[in-house]
């Protein structure tokens, strides 16, 4: 059963600006491992992170660090999630998609429970 869906669009060059007029938000946002990510991975991740807040229904109180965007072999996205987050999930399918193109990275979540 579906349980929540959360959709979210970031402009890439807009959001490279608010990361330069902040250096400590990429910190704030981001695990050291997705840090590695060039400028448009990074707008795909924190689109997935506010994706996730909203099939969550959790508001803006999700820290971000719990919910890391990885991705396996295949090139494929998902969460690995800790602490808060993890309790909020609790054992549920989170299903997510990333795109980036055109100076737009956008993200879709799933999140399904038996």
């Known amino acids: 059963m579906i349980d929540g869906i959360g959709i979210d669009v970031v402009d890439v060059a807009r959001f490279q600006e608010s990361l330069e007029r902040t250096p400590a938000l990429a910190q704030k946002l981001f ?3 997705e840090l590695t990510k060039p400028i448009a991975g990074l707008a795909a991740r924190f ?10 229904n959790a508001g803006k109180g999700l ?14 996205p998902d ?10 999930v609790d054992g549920a399918n989170v299903h997510l998609s990333l795109s980036h193109d055109a100076g ?8 399904e429970r038996n």
């Open 31 to 33: 695990t050291e491992s």
């Open 47 to 56: 689109a997935a992170k506010e994706a996730l807040a909203k099939a969550l």
């Open 63 to 76: 820290p971000w660090h719990e919910a890391e965007v990885i991705n396996h072999e295949s090139g494929k």
């Open 79 to 88: 969460f690995l999630f800790r602490g808060e987050i993890a309790d909020l």
């Open 104 to 111: 737009i990275a956008s993200a879709m979540v799933v999140v």
